[in-house]
């Protein structure tokens, strides 16, 4: 099970009949660094592991690949707003079975979608 842990800006990750999770993505204080996430929210994890983050305050999405210590910003990171390469506190994400990603952004009231292929 992954979740965002959005008050410590860090995703964990709990194995079946672990007694504590792991951090795979944030943990590194609150802030806009590479290795960093502020208030993250919805997460999305795919078949190689590769953990993708709505990192809300931040105003971007990031992927963390399995065992990284640091993301890259794969949309928005263009500070908040309404123009399409702007994202304005997004709190989800899904994946379609084509590959596009679909972010709720939660600011602009509304879905947009992005191929990131």
């Keep these: 099970v992954y979740a965002s842990d959005n008050e410590n800006h860090r995703v964990m990750k709990w194995e079946e009949g672990a007694k504590q999770g792991i951090v795979v993505a944030g943990g590194q204080g609150e802030g806009n660094s590479l290795p960093q996430l502020n208030c993250p929210q919805g997460v999305v994890v795919d078949q190689l592991g590769t953990v993708y983050v709505a990192d809300c305050r931040n105003h971007r999405i990031m992927r ?54």
Excluded: E
């Excluded at 963390?64 to 994400?93: C, D, E, F, M, R």
């Design 64 to 117: 963390w690949p399995k065992g990284a210590t640091q993301g890259s910003v794969i949309v928005g990171g263009n500070s908040y707003g309404a123009q399409s390469n702007q994202l304005y506190y997004p709190i989800g994400l899904s994946f379609d079975r084509h590959g596009n990603l679909y972010v709720v952004n939660f600011g602009n009231d509304r879905v947009q979608k992005f191929n990131i292929v």
